[in-house]
C-alpha cells in the first residue's frame, strides 16, 4: 500500500505525463460526451477506455488525482498478487519489479502501467491454458493502452517457432536491425501510427539501454542450460512461454534502441524475469556443489538490482523518456 500510494499520491509536474494526463481530464469533463468517446470522436492521442474513465471520475466530482490512486491501486494489486501468488522468492521478485520496472512504468506512465499489468496476467492465464481470461484481459487492456497488443504477437511466434537457438539468436538479428535506425525508414515509408509518428515529428526520440538486454540474455542462457530441471517447477510450456518473452521482448528492444518509446513493447516481455528469476537461482544452487556459492550469486544479483534501482532514482531518467 505504501507504494501504490508513493505513485498515486504524487503531484503534478513530478513526471513527464502528469500535467498532459490534467489537461486531458479537463478536456474530456468539459468538451466530450459519453457518446463522443465510445464513438472515438475526440482529438486526444489517448485510448477511449481510459478517457471514458476520467469522464466517470469527472462526473461523479472527482479530479485527476482519484484518477491517479484508482489506476495506482489496479496496477498494484495486479502485479504484486501476481507476484507472491506464483513467484517462490516474493519479496526478491518484489525488488526485481521496484528496480527495473517500477519508476519507468508505475511512476511515469500510468495507462501503459495497468494495460501491462493485464498483460502480465494474460500471460500468467495463457501458460495455464486459460485462453478466455488471457484474451478478455488483453481485449480490455487495450482499451487503456495499446502496447498491450504485443502479447498476441508474442503468443503467434510461440505457436509459430519453438526452437531455442532461434530465440537464442534473435536478439542479434535485432541489434544488427538496430545500427540501421529501422524507424527513420518506417516514418518515410508511412508505417507508423499517428501517435509515434508525432514523435518522430517533435524528434523527441529519447534513447533505449543494453542493459536489460543483456540480463535478458543471460537469463535466456540460464533457461536454456536448466531447461530440463526448470521444468520441474513450472512445466514445460511456461518455461517455453518465457524464454519467448525475453528472446521478443530483447529483440524489439534491440532494434529500435534509437526510439525509448517502443520500450513499452520490451518491458512489458521483460516482465517475466521476475518469474523466471527464483527458480533459475533455485536449480543453480541445487547445481553446484558448494550450496552457499549459489546463495553468494543471488545476493550479488540482488546488490546489482538494487544498485540499478538506485540509478533510476534521477531526475533525469524519470522525466524524459530514457532509461539506463
Same mark, same amino acid.
Given at each position: !500500500?505504501?507504494?501504490?500510494? *508513493?505513485? /498515486?499520491?504524487?503531484? +503534478? =509536474?513530478v513526471?513527464?505525463?502528469g500535467?498532459? $494526463?490534467?489537461?486531458a481530464? #479537463?478536456?474530456?469533463?468539459?468538451? $466530450?460526451?459519453?457518446?463522443?468517446?465510445?464513438?472515438?470522436?475526440?482529438?486526444? &492521442?489517448?485510448?477511449?477506455? %481510459? @478517457?471514458?474513465?476520467?469522464?466517470?471520475?469527472?462526473?461523479?466530482?472527482?479530479?485527476?488525482h482519484?484518477?491517479?490512486v484508482?489506476?495506482?491501486?489496479?496496477?498494484g494489486l @495486479?502485479?504484486?498478487t501476481?507476484?507472491?501468488?506464483?513467484?517462490? !522468492?516474493?519479496?526478491?521478485?518484489?525488488?526485481?519489479?521496484?528496480?527495473?520496472?517500477? +519508476? %519507468?512504468?508505475?511512476?511515469?506512465?500510468?495507462r501503459?502501467?495497468?494495460?501491462?499489468a !493485464?498483460?502480465?496476467?494474460s500471460?500468467?492465464? *495463457?501458460?495455464?491454458?486459460? $485462453? =478466455?481470461?488471457?484474451?478478455?484481459?488483453v481485449f480490455?487492456?487495450?482499451?487503456?493502452?495499446?502496447?498491450?497488443?504485443i502479447?498476441?504477437?508474442?503468443?503467434?511466434?510461440?505457436?509459430?517457432? #519453438?526452437? $531455442?537457438? *532461434?530465440?537464442?539468436?534473435?536478439p542479434?538479428?535485432?541489434?544488427?536491425?538496430?545500427?540501421?535506425?529501422?524507424?527513420?525508414?518506417?516514418f518515410?515509408? /508511412? /508505417?507508423?501510427?499517428? &501517435?509515434?509518428?508525432?514523435y518522430?515529428?517533435?524528434?523527441?526520440?529519447?534513447?533505449?539501454?543494453?542493459?536489460?538486454?543483456?540480463?535478458?540474455?543471460? *537469463?535466456?542462457?540460464?533457461?536454456?542450460?536448466?531447461?530440463?530441471?526448470?521444468? &520441474?517447477?513450472?512445466?514445460?510450456?511456461a518455461i517455453?512461454?518465457?524464454?519467448?518473452?525475453?528472446?521478443?521482448?530483447?529483440?524489439?528492444?534491440?532494434m529500435?534502441?534509437?526510439?525509448?518509446i517502443?520500450? #513499452?513493447?520490451?518491458?512489458?516481455?521483460?516482465?517475466?524475469?521476475?518469474?523466471?528469476m527464483?527458480?533459475?537461482f533455485?536449480?543453480?544452487?541445487?547445481?553446484?556443489?558448494? #550450496?552457499?556459492?549459489?546463495?553468494?550469486?543471488?545476493?550479488?544479483?540482488?546488490?546489482?538490482?538494487? %544498485?540499478y534501482?538506485?540509478? !533510476?532514482i534521477?531526475?533525469?531518467?524519470?522525466?524524459?523518456?530514457?532509461? +539506463?
Amino acid at each position: !500500500m505504501l507504494l501504490i500510494g *508513493f505513485v /498515486g499520491l504524487r503531484g +503534478l =509536474g513530478v513526471d513527464n505525463d502528469g500535467v498532459a $494526463y490534467q489537461d486531458a481530464f #479537463r478536456l474530456v469533463g468539459e468538451k $466530450y460526451s459519453w457518446l463522443d468517446l465510445l464513438r472515438g470522436n475526440y482529438d486526444e &492521442t489517448m485510448e477511449r477506455g %481510459y @478517457l471514458l474513465f476520467n469522464l466517470f471520475v469527472f462526473a461523479l466530482g472527482g479530479n485527476i488525482h482519484v484518477v491517479f490512486v484508482v489506476m495506482a491501486l489496479l496496477t498494484g494489486l @495486479l502485479n504484486f498478487t501476481l507476484i507472491f501468488k506464483y513467484s517462490p !522468492m516474493p519479496f526478491l521478485s518484489v525488488l526485481v519489479y521496484l528496480c527495473f520496472f517500477f +519508476l %519507468y512504468r508505475d511512476f511515469t506512465q500510468i495507462r501503459y502501467a495497468l494495460s501491462a499489468a !493485464m498483460g502480465f496476467w494474460s500471460i500468467c492465464f *495463457f501458460v495455464d491454458k486459460k $485462453y =478466455g481470461w488471457s484474451f478478455t484481459l488483453v481485449f480490455f487492456a487495450a482499451f487503456i493502452h495499446s502496447s498491450v497488443l504485443i502479447v498476441p504477437l508474442f503468443y503467434l511466434l510461440y505457436i509459430a517457432i #519453438r526452437r $531455442y537457438t *532461434f530465440y537464442l539468436i534473435l536478439p542479434l538479428a535485432g541489434l544488427v536491425i538496430g545500427f540501421f535506425d529501422p524507424v527513420m525508414y518506417l516514418f518515410m515509408l /508511412g /508505417g507508423l501510427p499517428p &501517435t509515434l509518428a508525432g514523435y518522430v515529428e517533435q524528434e523527441e526520440f529519447g534513447k533505449s539501454g543494453y542493459m536489460l538486454s543483456a540480463i535478458a540474455e543471460i *537469463f535466456m542462457l540460464g533457461i536454456f542450460y536448466y531447461r530440463s530441471k526448470l521444468t &520441474t517447477f513450472y512445466g514445460d510450456r511456461a518455461i517455453d512461454l518465457f524464454m519467448v518473452a525475453l528472446s521478443f521482448g530483447s529483440f524489439i528492444n534491440l532494434m529500435f534502441i534509437s526510439f525509448a518509446i517502443m520500450q #513499452r513493447l520490451s518491458s512489458l516481455l521483460f516482465t517475466v524475469i521476475v518469474l523466471v528469476m527464483p527458480y533459475l537461482f533455485n536449480v543453480i544452487e541445487e547445481d553446484v556443489k558448494d #550450496r552457499n556459492i549459489g546463495v553468494l550469486i543471488r545476493l550479488v544479483f540482488a546488490i546489482f538490482v538494487l %544498485y540499478y534501482g538506485l540509478k !533510476m532514482i534521477d531526475i533525469e531518467l524519470v522525466r524524459p523518456y530514457s532509461i +539506463l
